[in-house]
T-cell receptor, first 114, second 112 residues
């Protein structure tokens, strides 16, 4: 069991729905990440937040909207998704600009878009 | 742009064998490299992290080595067990940013 939790663990939504994924870390880290993992593809970085400010956005479609209200919580707001957005969404955290900076991952949210 | 590959894509071995998983990266200007394990449908569990100044790290039956100049890392698993069955991913953090680039993973099956 890690210090990073994600809810919900499974989500099924229609293309017109709006939902949010939640991530919480209890490790005292100050950077949080959203990754997308699709079948047979490497993990893709979506967003990075450091000290609650977005520091990197790898050109993710605007139907994904992140929010980081504080260093312990991270959300991914979803709206008008496409079936190809079905994937495992993983949250991770670490200490930004640390010499070591090991990443710790949550269990993921399995998203299915119908 | 950093690219990470892992060979083989899948590996099946009998219990008790020693095995090696390979990770290659194209840009040797890395800050560190991290090995993870992922069970089906689950998140990633960190196994070992090697700093660019280090040659290897050990944890129990696992040993990870790093050769920055040739752009390679290996994960050695001694005396494999069925519980080692999982997908193993490597990720490199380069000197230019604070983020990791992941390889596609090696799916390991250890047969009892």
């Amino acid at each position: 069991e890690t210090g990073v939790t994600q809810t919900p663990r499974h989500l099924v939504m229609g293309m017109t729905n709006k939902k949010s994924l939640k991530c919480e870390q209890h490790l005292g880290h100050n950077a949080m990440y959203w990754y997308k993992q699709s079948a047979k593809k490497p993990l893709e970085l979506m967003f990075v937040y450091s000290l609650e400010e977005r520091v990197e956005n790898n050109s993710v479609p605007s139907r994904f909207s992140p929010e980081c209200p504080n260093s312990s919580h991270l959300f991914l707001h979803l709206h008008t998704l496409q079936p190809e957005d079905s994937a495992l969404y993983l949250c991770a955290s670490r200490t930004y600009r640390s010499a070591v900076g090991e990443q710790f991952f949550g269990p993921g949210t399995r998203l299915t878009v119908l | 742009k950093q690219e990470v590959t892992q060979i083989p894509a899948a590996l099946s071995v009998p219990e008790g064998e020693n095995l090696v998983l390979n990770c290659s990266f194209t840009d040797s200007a890395i800050y560190n490299l991290q090995w993870f394990r992922q069970d089906p449908g689950k998140g990633l569990t960190s196994l070992l992290l090697i700093q660019s100044s280090q040659r290897e790290q050990t944890s129990g039956r696992l040993n990870a080595s790093l050769d920055k100049s040739s752009g390679r890392s290996t994960l050695y698993i001694a005396a494999s067990q069925p519980g080692d069955s999982a997908t193993y991913l490597c990720a490199v953090r380069d000197n230019y940013g604070q983020n990791f680039v992941f390889g596609p993973g090696t799916r390991l099956s250890v047969l009892p």
